[in-house]
């Protein structure tokens, strides 16, 4: 499945933004949607992951300030940021996961990674 992020940009600390995940099949399989992002020289780090039942996984940075859902319906992923803080500034990635190494603390095991949308959050 490929996968296409969108929504990314500027917002000002404090402000909501979404950012989507759509995919070009069926998500209801992966065990596991999740987003990373990356700063530049950084390395890449797990923001949220939503099972197929709706089990959720958060950071520790970004829980109680970032939703994630899934549909599987549609075959979208979404993350909800609220009260954003400039250490939120990154390249978000949609990653589907269809074996379920997020849940175990791994990376996506034969997996599919999206390109990439930035967040810049200013103060």
Not at 17 to 45: D, N, P, T
Not at 95 to 122: C, H, K, N, R
């Amino acid at each position: 499945v490929q996968l296409q992020a969108s929504g990314g940009g500027l917002v000002q600390d404090g402000e909501s933004l979404q950012v989507f995940c759509e995919a070009s099949g069926s998500i209801s399989h992966f065990s596991a949607m999740a987003w990373y992002r990356q700063v530049e020289g950084k390395q890449r780090e797990l923001v949220a992951a939503v099972s197929s039942n709706g089990t959720t996984k958060y950071a520790d940075a970004v829980k109680g300030r970032f939703t994630i859902s899934r549909d599987n319906a549609k075959n979208t992923v979404t993350l909800q940021i609220t009260k954003p803080d400039p250490a939120d500034t990154a390249v978000y990635y949609c990653a589907a996961d269809p074996y379920g190494a997020i849940w175990y603390g791994m990376e996506p095991v034969f997996g599919s990674w999206g390109q990439g949308t930035l967040v810049t959050v200013s103060s």
